[in-house]
């Protein structure tokens, strides 16, 4: 009778034991099945209130009036994008903010949003521009009927963009921006990081769509980097940017520029020595206010000239709108993500022919370049 307690008592712990291992282990195969990696990093990384790989954000220079097209934007970058990734936003403006501002935008995203005002240095004259001359200079590109050539507003938003954006406390910590419009279209899925992608591939700079520039805009833009350049040959990091930029071996500026009002880079790129004293020598010479510098070529200018040809990485497979121009992919693949007409992309065009001819320039462009005549 004993016994054969004994052996059922065995008996019944063996087949508990059996079953609670047998739970346990369904339980860690659950825990694996929940756990969802992108790019193979765990997701849960990009909750909002986490630490992300890669320290970035969303940097957005923008008015109160412009609160709708704002709206607009960040509903379309959250629902293809930021909606799984949940990358900060800094918005900054050279007026605070409203209230109604801030509270329509944070209600667009999870992530955190952060609002900044431009001290006041980084927007307005430099003591050593003629506000006299700039104002007829004004006049006089108005009657050859330059876009916003009046402006004296959009002339300090191309500066703060060229100089000063990434100075601002609000990206202290952070390495990498995206920057976005107010009114802009992104018309596919983005699936992946770029900001985790440009990291582990070594990219500074990242564009959809590059076109021409008008050049009644940038009259001596040209001729003063070229000054620039003889005075710090080092500024020329990639002999092979020149053949991009010119098409005459650095005589003349083709005008080919990175259209900016889309980027995704690396702040170093900006933050470096070269590219400040870049700056400070372009702001000397005035033509922001003397003319109309826009901070796409003088973005383009340093990216092309600082950086090799892989470190600058045309994001075909991202669907960019911008009024008038369209980034959409060709790819057949792309047609299952992806709202945009590939017939309409901005490729097929003469004046975005630029968007092409980064990709396309020679070899691998290794740094060494002694030559600062293009040649
Ligand atoms: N806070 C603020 N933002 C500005 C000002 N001017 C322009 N911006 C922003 O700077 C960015 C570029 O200005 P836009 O007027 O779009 O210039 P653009 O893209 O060259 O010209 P559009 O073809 O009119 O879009 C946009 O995000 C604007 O919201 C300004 O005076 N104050
Ligand atoms: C948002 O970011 C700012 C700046 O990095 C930080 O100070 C703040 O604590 C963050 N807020 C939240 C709710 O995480
Ligand atoms: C500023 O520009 C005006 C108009 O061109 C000119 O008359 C004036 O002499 C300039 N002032 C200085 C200090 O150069
Ligand atoms: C060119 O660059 C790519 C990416 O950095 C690298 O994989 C490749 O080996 C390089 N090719 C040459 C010829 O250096
Ligand atoms: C650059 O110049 C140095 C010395 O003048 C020379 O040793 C080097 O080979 C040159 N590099 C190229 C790529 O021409
Ligand atoms: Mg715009």
């Known amino acids: 009778m004993e016994r054969r307690f004994i052996i059922l008592n065995l008996l019944v712990g063996l087949l508990l034991a059996i079953t609670m291992r047998r739970a346990t282990n369904t339980n860690v195969v659950r825990e694996v099945r929940t756990q969802t990696l992108i790019d193979g990093v765990d997701a849960t990384y990009y909750q909002p209130d986490r630490a992300r790989p890669v320290r970035a954000a969303f940097v957005v220079l923008v008015r109160n009036s412009e609160l709708l097209g704002m709206k607009r934007a960040m509903r379309q ?21 409203t209230e109604n501002f801030k509270a329509e935008t944070t209600a667009m995203t999870k992530a955190n949003v952060t609002y900044g005002v431009i001290p006041h240095e980084h927007w307005s004259y430099p003591s050593w521009i003629n506000t006299t001359y700039a ?3 004004r006049q006089n590109m108005h009657k050859q009927g330059v876009f916003y050539a009046l402006s004296e507003s959009y002339r300090h938003m191309c500066r703060f963009n060229s100089g000063f954006f990434f100075r601002h406390p609000l990206l202290e910590n952070i390495d990498y921006y995206w920057r976005i419009e107010p009114d802009v279209e992104y018309s596919c899925d983005i699936n992946y990081d770029p900001f985790l992608y440009m990291h582990r591939h070594g990219i500074k700079y990242g564009y959809t769509i590059a076109l021409h520039e008008y050049t009644e805009t940038i009259p001596t833009l040209w001729a003063t980097v070229k000054n620039f350049i003889a005075a710090h040959p080092e500024f020329v990091l990639h002999g092979n940017g020149y053949k991009w930029l010119s098409n005459d071996g650095g005589e ?3 005008g080919c520029h990175f259209w900016s009002n889309f980027e995704i880079g690396s702040l170093s790129l900006f933050r470096s020595p070269e590219y400040m004293k870049y700056f400070d020598y372009l702001d000397k010479a005035g033509g922001f206010f003397y003319e109309r510098w826009g901070d796409a070529p003088v973005h383009s200018i340093a990216a092309a000239l600082l950086l090799k040809k892989e470190e600058v990485h045309w994001f075909k497979d991202i669907g960019y709108y911008h009024n008038p121009w369209l980034n959409c992919p060709l790819d057949k693949e792309s047609r299952l993500r992806c709202h945009c007409d590939p017939e309409k992309s901005a490729v097929h065009h003469y004046w975005a022919s630029c968007t092409k001819e980064w990709p396309e320039l020679p070899g691998n462009g290794s740094l060494a370049s002694n030559s600062t005549d293009g040649k």
């Open 252 to 254: 003349t500026y083709n």
């Open 77 to 97: 970058i959250e629902d293809r994008f930021n909606t799984k990734f949940n990358y900060p936003y800094v918005f900054l403006n050279d007026v605070p903010f």
């Open 135 to 137: 104002s007829e200079c």
